[in-house]
């Protein structure tokens, strides 16, 4: 921090008598930024003599790692400037506060931001947009650059007032408006304790009246600045939507003097090309597009210090060969290769406990992990690795991928601790943990002897059967005996029809000469109407036979 004579924070002559600035935290020198910007995880030598399963704990610290690059520190300079410049016309000590929030209370009453105003009041905002393929840090660095801000700062001079410093909203999936505001307002209530979602959020409210209450609510709070996070979402939202949400974010730079940042994906790049460059002085902040990081000083430089924090057994120094592996499976993706870090130390400590072989990181376990787990995202390596640009912009999102990784490392955890919990003795020859089948196992057992075509019925009678022969079974033994069940059964043999037997036929007995079915015969045969036999064979009555009578 820079002092003067007086020992006190120097501070530039437009940012003085400003209470919405000098409640900031003092501008940062490049080292300062990035002191406080590293988010190393705690690491004791001492903690790799610790059993595997606890070890597999400290492993998860590095879910949180951040090794700020040059990038980072650009970052967070430009949000230093961003945010001081956007409050020089909103100073609450010259009366620019109290006009902006009338003229908010103007465009409020008429629910369009284009109205015209009462007061002129030129706008100092800024915008600008970082963009990049998924898991080169863009989420994670703001977040540390917007840690090192308090996000509510109470005033009580010139007037009560809670100036909400950032605000970082995701962009939503549909690419509404209207559904922007409503987070919007869900966010400040969260923060402030509010009701502005109940009272400004209903749906009831058109889109226009409802950006009209956010950018009065935005005005009264002071909001430093907004970040909206993952904008390549308004790819899926229709036209019409996707240009009102762009045009909204352009006008509270340009006409409400709110600075705005947009992060997003590659995806992103035609969208802010057609829409937020238009935002005024963008050009002044500029853009960001955050390339992989190249095979070089800067990867070398990251991956040497990331690997240090090894909590194998053995420490497995870091050779070109492996260098070379850790790039070739990642390309430069600083996310994957943190998880690439993670996931190869869990698995060479599973390896040393059931196996009983060495825990060193190798060229061969490397590749044999990020075969293992990065199979969601080896199209986009090796979109990467062949520089194709349209299929790295397929590539949105790598949470699935963290959630892969979280649950393969917590799936290692469990089993480690199954192994330490059922004491050993000899770790080459470890017997599988002896738990017996519980529900949840016998149901697993069963839907797997209906893949093998068991009836139901058939697959929990032996289910049974093994059970009550040997209660306490592991499922892995259950599995054996089945098997064997099986096998002594032998080939089910289905029922054969039988198939029917071809009677002979047999001529039906003569008719008497009186029989209906006789004389009905004997009309076809003669050509004549079976009224007139039937009445010949005194079957029927003339018609007028009663009435003669």
């Known amino acids: 921090m820079m002092m003067d004579n007086a020992d006190e924070p120097l501070t530039l002559p437009e940012y003085r008598d400003n209470a919405f600035i000098e409640r900031l935290p003092p501008i940062l020198s490049t080292a300062e930024a990035l002191g406080q910007l590293t988010d190393l995880p705690q690491f004791d030598k001492a903690e790799r003599r610790f059993p ?129 505001c409503i987070n919007f307002f869900a966010a400040m209530d969260r923060l402030l304790g509010t009701r502005y979602q109940r009272k400004y959020g209903s749906t009831r409210h058109g889109v226009d009246e409802m950006m009209a209450r956010m950018a009065y609510v935005v005005e009264l709070h002071a909001l430093g600045v907004l970040v909206v996070d993952e904008i390549q979402h308004l790819r899926q939202a229709p036209g019409a939507s996707r240009d009102d949400l762009l045009n909204f974010l352009v006008t509270l ?97 599973q390896l040393g406990v059931m196996r009983g072989r060495d825990e060193k990181l190798d060229v061969g376990l490397l590749r044999h992990v990020a075969s293992e787990n990065f199979a969601l995202v080896a199209p986009m390596i090796e979109a990467l690795r062949t520089n194709n ?76 059967e093994i059970l009550a022969e040997a209660p306490g079974l592991n499922p892995i033994d259950v599995i054996g005996r089945i098997a064997g069940k099986l096998q002594d059964r032998g080939p089910e043999m289905r029922p054969v029809k039988r198939r029917g037997v071809r009677k002979e036929k047999v001529d039906p007995p003569p008719l008497d000469a009186d029989d209906l079915r006789s004389l009905a015969a004997r009309a076809k045969t003669e050509e004549r109407s079976a009224h007139a036999i039937f009445l010949d064979a005194g079957v029927v009555k003339p018609p007028l036979a009663d009435f003669a009578a």
């Open 253 to 349: 730079v340009n006409t409400i003097g709110i600075p705005v940042m947009i992060i997003g994906t590659l995806a992103a790049v035609p969208l802010l090309q057609s829409a937020f460059r238009q935002a005024r002085r963008a050009s002044g902040m500029g853009s960001l597009t955050w390339e992989r990081l190249p095979s070089g000083p800067a990867w070398d430089g990251f991956v040497e210090r990331m690997w240090s924090f090894q909590w194998t057994r053995e420490h497995t120094p870091l050779t070109d060969d492996i260098r070379h592996v850790l790039y070739q499976e990642t390309q430069g993706i600083v996310d994957l290769v943190v998880k690439l870090f993670m996931l190869a130390q869990v698995h060479a400590m």
């Open 389 to 464: 640009a349209k299929a790295l912009v397929l590539f949105d999102d790598l949470s699935p991928l963290h959630d892969l990784v979280q649950q393969t490392i917590g799936d290692a955890t469990a089993r480690l601790t199954t192994f330490a919990a059922s004491a050993v003795p000899s770790r080459a020859a470890a017997p599988m943990p002896t738990t017996p089948v519980i529900e949840g196992d016998r149901g697993a057992l069963l839907r797997a002897m209906g893949t093998l075509g068991l009836a139901p019925d058939i697959a929990e009678r032996i289910l049974s």
């Open 52 to 180: 595997a399963h606890l070890r597999a704990h400290c492993v998860q610290r590095l879910g949180r790692y951040f090794d700020p690059l040059d990038r980072h520190l650009v970052l967070e300079a430009r949000f230093s400037m961003l945010i001081r410049q956007g409050y020089l016309a909103r100073n609450p000590t010259n009366g620019h506060y109290i006009r902006r929030l009338q003229n908010a209370h103007e465009r409020l009453e008429q629910c369009d931001l284009d109205t015209v105003v009462r007061h002129s009041i030129e706008p100092t905002a800024n915008g600008f947009a970082i963009v990049g393929c998924s898991g080169i840090g863009k989420s994670r660095g703001i977040e540390r650059v917007l840690s090192l801000y308090p996000q509510i700062i109470q005033h009580s001079r010139p007037f009560s007032l809670k100036q909400v410093v950032w605000l970082k909203l995701d962009c939503p999936y549909k690419g509404s408006p209207k559904q922007l």
